[in-house]
């Protein structure tokens, strides 16, 4: 039981390229979440979907794109990498107002 | 930002001390809930306190909330050292399955 599934787990990147990260879960929740946490910070929410098919946007959109594949699996892809989005990116599942459960996170570095 | 407060930032400990940390927020919620991450891991869920209550426990850990002051507190009896950790509180909206979390509470126990 793998839970929450973030690949890669470190990443570099030059500005201007661009990636995506996975995320894929077991738990058959139906909503799951991107977020970035930065040093001194807390998480802030980049994008959710609270089912397969949907997706909205967080408080930090900006630069990102998601694709939410079906239920195990939603992506979230940077088109054209810059270094303000260096930070640590964390996948989440859970149901309607239970507890998220997280991945182990993906270190992206933009030079 | 939407973000809620921690304090203290930071806090050291001798083992078997209590910690005590609280958590400020600005909306109203469905339930708050308090997150542990330890160094280089993701988030990993330790209660959750609907709005209705004033006080919950598990093991070693109390939680109280008092929504006319918009704050809970997070407190740790008889510390280890494999309670150092990142310490973070979310608030769970009644409209949405968006979490907004605390800016944290670095926890370092002293053996």
């Known amino acids: 039981n793998a839970g929450v599934t973030q690949t890669p787990k470190f990443q570099v990147l030059k500005t201007g390229q661009s990636m995506t990260l996975q995320c894929a879960q077991d738990m058959n929740h139906n909503s799951m979440y991107w977020y970035r946490q930065d040093p001194g910070m807390g998480l802030r929410l980049i994008y959710y979907s609270a089912s397969e098919g949907t997706t909205d946007k967080g408080e930090v959109p900006n630069g990102y794109n998601v694709s939410r594949l079906n239920k195990r699996e939603f992506s979230l892809r940077l088109e054209s990498a810059a270094p303000s989005q260096t930070s640590v990116y964390f996948c989440a599942t859970s149901d309607r107002h239970q507890p998220q459960h997280f991945g182990d996170g993906t270190r992206l570095s933009i030079l | 930002s939407q973000q809620g407060e921690e304090d203290p930032q930071a806090l050291s400990i001798q083992e078997g001390e209590n910690a005590t940390m609280n958590c400020s927020y600005k909306?109203?919620?469905?339930?708050l809930q308090w997150y542990r991450q330890n160094s280089g891991r993701g988030l990993v869920h330790l209660i959750l306190?609907?709005?209705?209550?004033r006080e919950k426990h598990s093991g070693r850990l109390r939680v109280t909330l008092d929504t006319s002051k918009k704050s809970s507190s997070l407190l740790i009896t008889a510390s280890r050292a494999a309670d150092t950790a990142s310490y973070f509180c979310a608030t769970d909206s009644v409209n949405t399955d968006k979490l907004i979390f605390g800016t944290g509470t670095r926890l370092q126990v002293f053996p």
């Open positions: 306190i609907r709005s209705n209550e």
């Open positions: 909306t109203s919620i469905n339930n």
